[in-house]
């Protein structure tokens, strides 16, 4: 696409078909988009950011995850705590269990609705026994859609079987 960035309506149509890409299911295309030009100041940065960090988490790149994580600044806002539980599923990654442990306390103080399918997940992915759990779904809330990715690299990493309620 050749379009002046400089001009508004034009940062607002490439939004547009970036993210009909991404609603329509065709993530790759839609992060190639976003990768392809500097979207640091503009005003749907948080989308984009967004859309990169699930587009890595579905392609399982979690090293990829946790370096872009560290790169967003602190004007980055995401939807459901996405950061902050991120930050714990790095942490996870790295073996500094603690560290995660002590995030995710300050995470369950901080959130409104407690997102007990990621604390499900955290429990089972800290676990030591590592046993499966086959209700690690809470069926009384719908998985936000937002952390899909999360969830979804979180189980892969457990060795965790997608259930009828995941899917």
């Known amino acids: 696409l050749n379009l002046d960035f400089n001009i508004k309506k034009n940062r607002e149509i490439y939004f547009q078909i970036v993210n009909f890409f991404y609603e329509t299911g065709n993530i790759s295309k839609a992060y190639n988009l976003a990768e392809?030009?500097?979207?640091?100041?503009?005003e749907y940065s948080d989308f984009y950011n967004n859309l990169k960090i699930n587009y890595l988490l579905s392609t399982f790149q979690l090293?990829?995850?946790c370096i872009l994580k560290n790169e967003l600044d602190s004007k980055t806002k995401l939807n459901n705590f996405l950061l902050e539980k991120l930050d714990i599923f790095c942490l996870v990654l790295e073996n500094n269990i603690s560290e995660a442990e002590l995030l995710n306390s300050i995470l369950i103080e901080t959130e409104n609705n407690l997102d007990e399918n990621f604390q499900n997940l955290f429990k089972i992915l800290i676990s030591k026994e590592k046993e499966i759990e086959p209700n690690w779904i809470n069926?009384?809330?719908q998985i936000n859609s937002d952390l899909i990715f999360l969830y979804s690299a979180i189980a892969r990493i457990?060795?965790?079987p997608l259930n009828e309620s995941f899917l």
């Not at 392809?36 to 503009?42: A, G, K, M, Y």
């Open 63 to 65: 090293e990829n995850v």
């Open 36 to 42: 392809s030009r500097n979207t640091e100041n503009d």
């Open 139 to 141: 069926k009384n809330k």
């Open 158 to 160: 457990a060795e965790l």
